[in-house]
């Protein structure tokens, strides 16, 4: 069963940086799509960015593009969330999550980690 433990949530002001980790257990990975996603109070949750454990390949909500970095440490099974430039906006529950390739479900996730910007 896969575990996926996220850290590294806090409160940071608008402007700031903060940096989100996944540790990721309980299956190879060499298959698979993790990603981070987020929902913010009386609001749905949405996509972040995710990236292809092998080849490192990344896709980003518009909304962060440009701010956020999703990155992966193949050897330590670990998936990261690098946040600059944050913004009031970006205050959320933010989740780890991970699919097979060939599906579109994302089957995995994490409990989440909370973000907090203050203006």
């Known amino acids: 069963q896969v575990q996926l433990v996220e850290s590294g949530g806090g409160l940071v002001q608008a402007g700031g940086s903060l940096s989100l980790s996944c540790a990721a257990s309980?299956?190879?990975?060499?298959?698979?799509?993790m990603g981070w996603f987020r929902q913010a109070p009386g609001k749905e949750r949405e996509f972040v960015a995710q990236?292809?454990?092998?080849?490192?390949?990344?896709y980003y909500a518009t909304s962060v593009k440009g701010r956020f970095t999703i990155s992966r440490d193949s050897a330590k099974n670990t998936l990261y969330l690098q946040m600059n430039s944050l913004k009031p906006e970006d205050t959320a529950l933010y989740y780890c999550a991970g699919r097979d390739i060939w599906t579109t479900d994302w089957q995995d996730w994490g409990q989440g980690t909370q973000v907090t910007v203050s203006s």
């Open positions: 309980g299956r190879t990975f060499s298959r698979y799509i």
């Open positions: 990236i292809t454990w092998i080849g490192g390949s990344t």
